[in-house]
């Protein structure tokens, strides 16, 4: 687990995680034409980009009634993600 911020507030804490992702591409002998498939975040794991605190926590009442500290808000990373693609030099 990673420290949280000042405040005491236990929903700072987010337990470590690892992400997978790979790419496995075919190419022609001439180098000219390439097909690919690649994903990230494989096994689909739920993360935090940015935790922070919620705005207006204390006029709008929503506090944590534990630690009286505001309420943490999540921008989500991606899910999981494929893709398919094709290149053609020519």
């Known amino acids: 687990m990673s420290a949280g911020r000042g405040d005491g507030n236990p929903q700072t804490v987010q337990d470590g995680y690892a992400l997978l992702g790979v790419r496995l591409a075919l190419r ?4 000219r034409w390439e097909l690919a498939v690649s994903g990230e975040n494989l096994t689909d794991e739920g993360y935090c980009t940015l935790k922070f605190g919620q705005t207006l926590a204390g006029p709008l009442g929503t506090n944590d009634p534990v630690t009286g500290g505001s309420l943490q808000r999540c921008f989500v990373g991606e899910p999981r993600t494929l893709r398919l693609s094709a290149k053609v030099r020519y």
């Open 28 to 31: 022609g002998p001439d180098e």
